[in-house]
């Protein structure tokens, strides 16, 4: 059975960081393209960064560019999201994906329409100002 686990999330003040983990089990974890996607209230789930089945491709939305970094532990079927000077408008449910054999920008661009994505059930993200 697939599972997606996230963990890491919390209540920070703004220019914190934060450490989102998600653990993966009943995929073959090295097969997979791994995501982070946020939603805040009243919005669209919105892509933030992604990390090819390789490892060794990335892909950022524009607004965490040098402030978020994706990473993964195959040996720990883990993705992380270290998430750096974090700001009010980062609040959000936080959730981990995973899609077989993609590349970063492929994730970014269609994991959400890809029947085959796999979706946690997220951590909540909370930066106060």
């Known amino acids: 059975q697939v599972h997606l686990s996230e963990s890491g999330g919390g209540m920070v003040q703004a220019g914190d960081s934060l450490r989102l983990s998600c653990v993966v089990s009943?995929?073959?974890?090295?097969?997979?393209?791994l995501g982070w996607w946020r939603q805040a209230p009243g919005t669209e789930r919105e892509f933030v960064a992604a990390?090819?089945?390789?490892?060794?491709?990335?892909y950022y939305r524009d607004s965490v560019k040098g402030r978020f970094t994706i990473s993964r532990d195959n040996a720990k079927n883990t993705v992380y999201l270290q998430m750096n000077y974090l700001r009010p408008e980062d609040t959000a449910v936080y959730y981990c994906?995973?899609?077989?054999?993609?590349?970063?920008?492929?994730?970014?661009?269609?994991?959400?329409?890809?029947?085959?994505?796999?979706w946690g059930q997220g951590t909540q993200v909370t930066v106060s100002s």
């Open positions: 990390i090819g089945w390789s490892g060794n491709s990335t």
């Open positions: 009943g995929l073959t974890f090295t097969r997979q393209g």
């Open positions: 994906a995973a899609t077989p054999y993609t590349t970063a920008q492929t994730m970014a661009l269609t994991a959400t329409r890809n029947r085959l994505s796999s």
